[in-house]
């Protein structure tokens, strides 16, 4: 499966395409690596435990494009589909999750378009994670090119279980045996269980050390 290519500047039009959303991943990844920085230099913490990043390849674009009704152009392409570049951001504690967006959505160059907020409101199979579709300015020599990215921002635990959800999906082709997907809707109950367990030690842990930094400092 190819995008449609007419004339020889169409080809141009591609490669700009894919090297425009290449930039945007490289921006956006730079900008959490700098904010992980600052929060180490600040609080002595990084809520950032790694980052993902990806571009969309030309068959699941054109896919995609396909089951929205349109016609694989550069254009639509751009248009309609908003998830081509994808970051994802994995976070120790579900605190961090609204604690990342919101340093995200202060970058004055960052703009939101949408918030998708699995957190508050999980999928009917389980599905928790925070989504946010940006665009950021890509500089090139002649002109600056505003480029949509996805961001999802989850926990390890999450993680770790819409990963094993997805190859699920994909070995089923979505149409998974109902005991699996009652399974599925189970662990994720344990993954939310997990994650408020393990934030509940961790504030634990840091308000026992506060005590011990403040009666080391009052002896």
């Not at 939101?112 to 300015?137: F, Q």
Request: hydrophobic fraction near 40%; include cysteine; charge should be negative.
């Amino acid at each position: 499966m190819e995008f449609a290519v007419d004339r020889e500047d169409q080809v141009d039009s591609w490669q700009e395409a894919m090297l425009v959303y290449h930039a945007a991943l490289k921006q956006i990844n730079t900008k959490l690596e700098i904010l992980n920085d600052e929060f180490q230099h600040v609080h002595r913490y990084n809520p950032i435990e790694h980052i993902k990043s990806r571009i969309k390849t030309s068959e699941s674009i054109v896919k995609k494009l396909k089951r929205y009704g349109y016609e694989s152009t550069i254009e639509n392409m751009v248009k309609y589909i908003n998830d081509i570049a994808g970051i994802r951001v994995i976070c120790s504690f579900t605190s961090d999750i609204y604690r990342i967006a919101d340093m995200l959505r202060s970058q004055n160059d960052i703009r939101v378009i949408s918030v998708k907020d699995y957190m508050r409101h999980p999928k009917e199979s389980g599905y928790k994670s925070y989504h946010m579709l940006v665009t950021v300015p890509v500089f090139l020599s002649d002109r600056i090119v505003d480029v949509k990215v996805e961001i999802q921002i989850r926990t390890v635990a999450m993680d770790f279980w819409a990963s094993l959800e997805h190859k699920i999906n994909y070995k089923f082709e979505g149409r998974a045996p109902e005991h699996i997907r009652r399974e599925l809707v189970e662990c994720a109950k344990m993954v939310s269980q997990l994650d408020a367990r393990m934030l509940a030690l961790n504030e634990e842990i840091q308000t026992l050390g506060e005590e011990k930094e403040s009666g080391t400092a009052g002896g």
